[in-house]
């Protein structure tokens, strides 16, 4: 049986300001370590004893991409075959809500097309997640 290995990305807009992008991967990345928690390792010691705890074990790239890309990939994420991917989203609605409930009351209200994603993450079937990101550069 071919095993199947697993990777994980994060993809920013391009064009948010420095502040609201490591905000935005913050985001991204307590949602994803919830969903995914096997991807971090145990806690390890350093040499004097004292404990850290445990971070990813494998790489997670941080990848651009314009809102127009981002909203194509958002939409072919919602496609069956990708569906065994774990898929976070991070758009301007939820930016701007100031309480989780005020979030969902917006979210329940709005269309899809009508978001702007700030950034996605995505973790899964490493085929599937270089066939959408593969292209994408990373963000510098």
Known sequence: MEQIEEKCVLVLHEALPLGVAANTAAILGVTLGKQCPHIAGPAVADAGGCEHLGIVQIPIPVLRASGE?????????????????????????????????????RMAG???????????????????????????????
């Open 69 to 105: 890309r981002l909203h194509q990939l958002r939409q072919a994420l919602y496609q069956q075959e990708y569906g065994d991917l774990t898929v976070v989203d991070f758009q301007d609605l939820a930016q701007s809500c100031h309480t989780y409930d005020q979030y969902i009351l």
């Open 110 to 140: 709005t269309p899809g097309s009508a978001l702007h994603y700030f950034g996605l993450a995505l973790c899964g079937d490493k085929r599937k997640v270089n066939r959408l990101t593969g292209s994408l550069p990373l963000l510098r």
